[in-house]
């Protein structure tokens, strides 16, 4: 029986041979820069994340090449002035916005630098990843359950020291006990409440919306704390941005929580930016939360980036350490005293139910910027919490 043989590359004869079947052969990108910061070579998996397919790269300027979505941030700079780095940002490339996981390596003297970008959205789909749904899906029926339980009690707490209130004096000592008590049992109610809405969200009802009002609406309703911490609040809509297909009241809810944590980045001031466009990003996975059918019908003309509407909420705030950028959207994980840690996760599941994403991108001392992304897809009809019944059903029948 003849064998058919197999094709193997050329031995490489050279170092700089042996540096590019390396370079080719990892899925993560990789970028050398020489001694002023310009391109010396790319492999294909940095092109298919940021570049055009004929883009000419070699001896570009990477700063130009490599922007992120924080304002002022300079990773080439940084890249320069440190022996290594490692940061989740998200690149503005142009194929359109990646996140991804970018490592840095200062090289010899005159110092060269070695990039390496692992695109987190695929790191998403890994099998690490789904695991990771799975408990918290667990966690989520856990919560309803012992959030049901302590509701209950708790109401015939608050019931009971509200009529002993009404036994005292106003200026008796034990009254201002009481208050604390009736204080107490009005934040529980609000963890418990946190908890039920995060275990089991309201299916939103999805209406042709236009955004900006929903910021103008937040803006009212956390105006006393951005006052006091004296914030400037800007808001920048692009030209010919149209209706997306939310639910309002759950969208308002994710920009207050992002714009509140915003505000408390800022205690001395600073300055708030909303802007509102549409960018092109990279196709997203079938993630959890997304509506059951929804794989069918975004698997045809799937190929190529998709067009979102996108809403950058901008801070100049103290940022966020790298080390919890990871954990920010982990239930009960909060940097704040008395937070309930809740408040990213219900984020983040009110998104993934509208077919979007949340993703925030920081550095110490720079700011942080939220990106909340909606697709721009027909899919996307007006849809009622009366039609969630058909979608359970077409999720049982496949």
Known sequence: MAVKPVRTRARPQTFEGALEVL?????NGVILLDT?????SVNDAARRMLLSPAAQVRGRLASGLLRTVVPGDDPVRDAFATSRTEIETVLQGERGEVPVLLRTYRLGRPPRVLMTLRDLGQVRRSQHELRRQE?????GQLSAGVAHEIRNPLAGIGTSAQVLLRRFEPRDERARFVRVILEEVARLDRIVTSLLQYARPRTPELRSTVIEPCIRRVLELAGEAVQQSGVRVEVDVAPRVGPVYIDGDLITQVLLNVTLNAVQAMPGGGTLRYEVRRVRRRRPSRGPGRRAGDAARAGRGAAGPLIYQQVRVIDTGQ?????LLSKLFDPFFSTKPGGTGLGLSISQTIMQEHGGTIEVASREHRGTTVLLNFPLEKRHAERRAGDAHSDRAHAAHR
Do not use: K, N, Y
Not at 135 to 139: G, K, P, S, V
Not at 319 to 323: A, D, F, S, V
């Open 23 to 27: 370079l080719e052969d990892t899925e």
């Open 36 to 40: 002023r910061g310009r391109v010396l």
């Open 135 to 139: 408990r918290l899906a667990t966690l």
């Open 319 to 323: 940022g966020i350490p790298r080390g």
